[in-house]
């Protein structure tokens, strides 16, 4: 079960080969978000037809991959060209949910 105790969380734009497990993802992470590997950091990956997803992290003494098909449907990415995720983001990228607009009921401070 994947249970998110991260706080940050990357999208990998390009598509990728879901061929590739840990030495070609971690590969991937090394040149597109170098010195975060090791972090704990949630790394996300889609296919060509983003039907596929993969997930890479470090759980402190080694990778975990964790995989989802859909039969029907995409996983729909927002836009956006940053490559970080907030969680409310990354949930609903797993679940197949479309943002169209998303309001905070809460302001928080930083």
Known sequence: MLSLNSSQIYLYR????????FEGLSALVQQSFPGKLYTG???????????????????GDGYAIYYKRLEKGRFLVNGKAESS??????LMLFEGIKPVHLDSRFKFKK
């Open 41 to 59: 950091a949630y790394f996300v990956f889609l296919n060509k037809s983003s039907k596929c997803i993969k997930i890479l992290v470090w759980d």
């Open 85 to 90: 995720l907030t969680r409310r983001e990354f």
């Open 14 to 21: 390009q598509p990728v080969n879901m061929h590739k497990s």
